[in-house]
């Protein structure tokens, strides 16, 4: 039963555009969710984090959305680079079981010129 | 350097042999993580361990045993190596902060072959 779902396998899109990547939950008991980015041969690098008492998180090119009522959450990537083409992680840890991640499957995002 | 490193990077083993993957983090940080990444489940948690001495299973736990004696080392053993064991295991690292959730470091990473 998988939990964390990210239902794009794959994802192109031009430079310069908005990256727009999707995770949906099924655990009501997630409060804290984590976006990873991982380049081959190289283990998953930490890229943004929000817990649910918010609905946005900003850092820099890279903006997280929760959606608490429809368990969706998704990272905007603007604007998109080429060195951006990696895949992308979503994952969530429940409440009171502090950093205990469950991951989707990934997406992986092409950056094209 | 500071960080956290996996030994070996690469590894190939025969079916019913021991192997040992190694993880070490010089930040001093008191969780520590084993996951396994195959096609189609992204990462799944092996175990974790939330001190030096204290461990438990997470999701997919059979087959590997875990030790922690000190709390910069976490090293994973498959006891007797299955074919279903083939994969790319990494380890992760948390905290100093108990109960707070704090994100996760990964290793590059151990790519275990079983023939």
């Known amino acids: 039963d998988q939990q964390v779902k990210q239902n794009s396998p794959s994802l192109s899109v031009q430079e310069g555009r908005i990256s727009i990547l999707n995770c949906d939950y099924t655990?009501?008991?997630?409060?804290?969710f984590l976006w990873y980015k991982k380049y081959p041969a190289e283990g998953p690098t930490f890229l943004i984090s929000?817990?649910?008492?918010?609905d946005k998180n900003e850092d820099g090119r890279f903006t997280v959305f929760l959606n608490k009522s429809a368990k969706h959450l998704s990272l905007h990537i603007v604007p998109s680079q080429p060195g951006d083409s990696a895949v992308y992680f979503c994952?969530?840890?429940?409440?009171?079981?502090?950093?205990?991640?469950?991951f989707g499957t990934g997406t992986r995002l092409q950056v094209t010129l | 350097d500071a960080g956290i490193t996996q030994s070996p990077r690469y590894k190939i083993t025969e079916t019913g042999r021991q192997v040992t993957l190694m993880c070490h983090q010089t930040?001093?940080?008191?969780?520590m993580f084993w996951y396994r990444q195959d096609l189609g489940h992204g990462l799944r948690l092996i175990y974790y361990?939330?001190?030096?001495?204290?461990?438990d299973k997470g999701e997919v736990p059979d087959g590997y045993v875990v030790s922690r004696s000190k709390t910069e080392n976490f090293p994973l053993t498959l006891e007797s190596a299955t074919r279903s064991q083939t994969s790319v295991y990494f380890c992760?690292?948390?905290?100093?902060?108990?109960?707070?959730?704090?994100?996760?470091?990964f290793g590059d990473g151990t790519r275990l072959s079983i023939l």
């Open positions: 930040w001093s940080h008191s969780y």
């Open positions: 994952a969530a840890s429940p409440t009171g079981t502090a950093s205990k991640l469950t």
């Open positions: 992760a690292s948390s905290g100093p902060l108990r109960g707070y959730n704090q994100p996760q470091h």
């Open positions: 361990s939330a001190a030096a001495d204290i461990t």
């Open positions: 929000i817990s649910s008492i918010k």
């Open positions: 655990n009501s008991m997630f409060d804290y």
